[in-house]
């Protein structure tokens, strides 16, 4: 396992982790901003990172900020807002070409800090004559953005079964929001809001490349504005632990494919013990190619071109999904039922276990390849306060056994069955 | 082996052609911990009409080489993903207009897996059974994609340019076409396409170049392919114009969605020219729709596009398009301003400094996607397959004037060349 670790430091209470490495042709770099999910927050936090991407103070037409990404070679420049456990979190990302490949009379990678820092901290965002402009025009974007999820069928059925079965947490807001609350934004009300996300948020800032800690930690000192005065750090929640009936939920639109999706919940998360066994678990039943509900709902019984299942470990919630003919939803469910009933019986054969152990571990070795995924490994111990090394993961997952696999497998229990079916019989 | 340098880039390509004329390409990466290799044949969806030096002119079923892809996975031993589970690899496989290519990555037992990857699309297993069977579960992944506005958005586009040429058939055929698919209809496109010299393998990552090579060498001596004649894929001809002015499509989506494009009249012989072509035709839309530019500016602060929005240009045998669009309250304005600034544009030209910048920016997304091995792979297959080689596109870049790119602006902005494709909800329907 070369994967080497990142070094850690702190600025402006911001915690910096940096991997010196001459692998890859680019520096990449990840900031994480993260709040509590909150109902009353959701929207503006979701808004804030399309409102920054418009201008800074040195370049606050969208136009010259674009520009310059362009003259940094093409740097990759996005965002995106996500949802990790009970956090809503923005992570801001670039991407730089290393200057030995081109011709570059500064340091691109100073240049690209230069930048970064003013998204955040010199936004064109707080200054008058930009500020209305902007944030109409993002507050009509977000709302497209969350308007156009029901386009795409087989992401909208997943957000609605996650929508029904989190009902009563906050888990079931949209990392992007909620619609019926941008109206009542204003520039003055996200301003002010941003101001105060700035203090309070939790920073991780990642660089992979050919630098060092001490050249990153002195850039962002020289880049980024901040005044923090006290320290914060993540806090999990426990999974909520619900007993009660499958609840079944049939929504009708004009589709041609049935989309059946499931949500389980497990008392595992990622800090747990029993996490790698829970990746088993998940990988053992839906994970794969080679794996139940593939085999069984696809290719023995070709119900469908697709049927898996993912694991969200910092929620402890695990969702199935599969697209299939309308008339076969009962016949589908029936089958994915006994693949859950013969995890839970420990059903799983010494060939499932190996190709499984294997995958996993293929995944894991594999993240040391790609910057972004390394960043987004470390990040989890962030997140979960668990350190596990990928080395650590990797030997976790070679000790499960098939017992430990059904032990992990009383935990997950069927919540919600989603149906999104065409409007026939209405 | 010939090893081939690339010092500007810090690259080192090895190539070897077998005997049986399977070219084979390894891409060693230090310290990458990963293996992705791909084994492609020059055969996808527009393939559907062909003879192999004197024999017999065969025409094929709409969605074969995509039939073909799903079905190689099963041997006669059962399902190959398992085998390489077994070998912790993970596998997978896609098939385009032009080409079909099988996949794997993993970190462990790499010889095993290239010689899996090889070995099991070398050995095609077709019975009655197992074809039927396919029908229900490609019939599902056929439903999926027509739920699906931005696929029937794309594809509605080439659908309205091309009448005659198999580019638009939509890659996994119908549900009536692949019910006429028999076992013996995937034996005679496997037999003709699969053969080594259609057929290139590419590895990239922790490996041995020399070692790669041995490999392959050994297994390919183990098996006998006669030689075959050169493959002759028939098309029959496309008439310049587009076919259908627009087309327009029902299915609830939260704005229309809308794609235009320009099929090129230009119809150039794949290789040197048609690259350089193609990466001017790109860098000029850039400068023309790009993120950075007044008119993309505009446009978003008129609301008539939003992040979506985007453009790209594709070429093959016999085809050349670009698709320009995305999520609009207003197709007909959209492309009125566009047009309008298209116009302009043509009158003055473009300025040397915002093409400097679009180059710059070319030259920088090209070496960034030279961090991925899953890029280069497909790249590199995608642009050997059209008789070009990846690793000499920078000099092209490089050696792109202004003059060429407005004259593309100038000559690919046709307006009888455009064809609209749109796909917008049963109440938003007014065309």
């Known amino acids: ?426 | 082996m010939q090893t081939i340098q690339h010092p500007e880039l810090q690259e080192t390509v090895y190539y070897e052609k077998m005997p049986n004329g399977l070219d084979v390409y390894v891409l060693p990466k230090e310290g990458f911990q990963k293996t992705y290799a791909t084994f492609s044949t020059r055969y996808g969806s527009i393939d559907n009409h062909f003879k192999v030096a004197k024999g017999e002119d065969t025409q094929v079923p709409d969605g074969v080489a995509h039939f073909l892809e799903h079905k190689m996975f099963e041997e006669p031993t059962g399902d190959i993903f398992a085998t390489f589970a077994n070998q912790g690899a993970s596998a997978n496989a896609f098939t385009s207009f032009d080409r079909t290519v099988y996949l794997f990555t993993a970190t462990e037992q790499i010889d095993a897996n290239i010689e899996t990857l090889v070995n099991f699309v070398q050995n095609p297993y077709f019975t009655d059974e197992n074809v039927e069977k396919e029908k229900g579960i490609i019939g599902q992944e056929i439903k999926m994609y027509q739920d699906n506005p931005d696929w029937r958005v794309y594809f509605g586009v080439i659908e309205a340019m091309f009448g005659i040429h198999p580019v638009h058939i939509d890659i996994a055929g119908t549900i009536e076409s692949i019910g006429t698919i028999t076992k013996e209809t995937l034996y005679t496109c496997y037999n003709t396409f699969y053969h080594p010299s259609n057929m290139l393998l590419f590895v990239v990552g922790g490996v041995n170049a020399e070692d790669v090579i041995e490999l392959v060498r050994a297994n390919q001596a183990k098996k006998d392919y006669g030689q075959q004649g050169e493959i002759d894929r028939i098309f029959a001809e496309e008439p310049t114009a587009v076919h259908l002015k627009r087309k327009v499509t029902h299915l609830p989506v939260s704005l229309p969605k809308c794609l235009f494009g320009f099929k090129e009249k230009n119809i150039l012989e794949l290789g040197a020219e048609q690259l350089r072509r193609d990466l001017v035709i790109k860098l000029m839309l850039d400068i023309m729709l790009g993120s950075s530019t007044p008119l993309y500016q505009q446009l978003y602060d008129e609301k008539l596009i939003s992040d979506g929005f985007g453009f790209e240009f594709n070429s093959g045998k016999n085809y050349a398009f670009s698709i320009i669009g995305g999520d609009t309250p207003d197709p007909d304005l959209l492309i009125q301003r566009i047009r309008d600034a298209v116009e302009a544009m043509k009158t003055t030209g473009f300025n040397q400094a915002h093409f400097e910048r679009a180059r710059k920016k070319k030259i920088g997304g090209y070496l960034r996607m030279l961090n991925s091995p899953e890029a280069i792979a497909n790249e590199f297959t995608n642009y050997k397959f059209r008789d070009c080689d990846l690793f000499e596109i920078l000099p092209v870049y490089e050696s792109i004037t202004l003059e060429e790119v407005n004259e593309s602006l100038r000559n690919h902005f046709d307006w009888e060349q455009l064809a609209i494709s749109i796909v917008e909800s049963p109440s938003q329907s007014n065309s």
């Not at chain 1, 660089?207 to 504005?225: A, P, W, Y």
């Not at chain 1, 990746?279 to 085999?295: A, E, R």
């Open chain 1, 1 to 426: 396992m070369t994967m080497t670790s990142f070094e850690q430091g702190q600025v402006h209470q911001m915690r910096i982790h940096v991997m010196p490495t001459k692998r890859f042709k680019t520096f990449a770099i990840a900031l994480y901003i993260g709040v509590p999910l909150e109902e009353s927050t959701v929207t503006e936090v979701a808004l804030t990172p399309f409102a920054l991407r418009r201008g800074t103070e040195t370049y606050p037409e969208t136009i010259q900020f674009r520009e310059r990404l362009d003259d940094l070679y093409g740097a990759g420049f996005g965002f995106d807002v996500l949802k990790r456990g009970d956090y809503q979190i923005v992570q801001f990302r670039m991407d730089i070409i290393n200057d030995a490949f081109v011709a570059s009379e500064q340091s691109l990678l100073q240049q690209s800090f230069a930048f970064l820092g003013e998204v955040l901290t010199k936004p064109a965002l707080k200054q008058n004559k930009y500020r209305d402009k902007y944030v109409d025009a993002e507050k009509e974007t977000l709302r497209k953005r969350l308007d156009s999820i029901v386009n795409d069928k087989i992401r909208y059925a997943a957000e609605r079964c996650i929508e029904e079965m989190c009902k009563n947490e906050p888990y079931r807001l949209h990392p992007l929001g909620k619609r019926e609350d941008i109206e009542g934004i204003t520039s003055e009300s996200l301003v002010k809001h941003y101001e105060k996300w700035l203090q309070s948020a939790n920073m991780d800032l990642y660089v992979v490349g050919d630098t060092s800690l001490e050249e990153v930690q002195k850039l962002v000192e020289q880049s980024f504005q901040l005044q923090r005065s006290k320290e914060v750090n993540y806090e999990l929640k426990a999974p909520t632990r619900q007993s009660r009936d499958v609840q079944t939920i049939v929504e009708k639109l004009d589709v041609g494919q049935g989309k059946l999706n499931m949500g389980l919940r497990t008392s595992i998360t990622y800090g747990d013990d029993q996490y790698a066994a829970a990746l088993m678990y998940n990988g053992i039943l839906g994970g794969y190619p080679h794996s139940k509900l593939f085999v069984n709902v696809r290719e023995k019984a070709s119900l469908a071109y697709y049927a898996s299942s993912r694991f969200d470990g910092h929620k402890g919630i695990c969702t199935i999904q599969s697209g299939i003919e309308i008339e076969n939803y009962e016949k589908a469910v029936e089958i994915i039922r006994q693949q859950l009933d013969s995890m839970k019986t420990g059903t799983i054969s010494d060939l499932e276990l190996t190709q499984t152990k294997a995958m996993i571990s293929n995944h894991v070795r594999e993240l040391g390849d790609s910057a972004f995924e390394m960043i987004g490994y470390d990040f989890n111990r962030q997140l979960s306060g668990k350190n596990r090394p990928a080395s650590q993961l990797l030997e976790q997952i070679e000790n499960v056994t098939i017992a430990d696999i059904q032990a992990a497998a009383q935990t997950f229990e069927l919540d919600t069955i989603y149906y999104l079916r065409d409007r026939k019989g209405e």
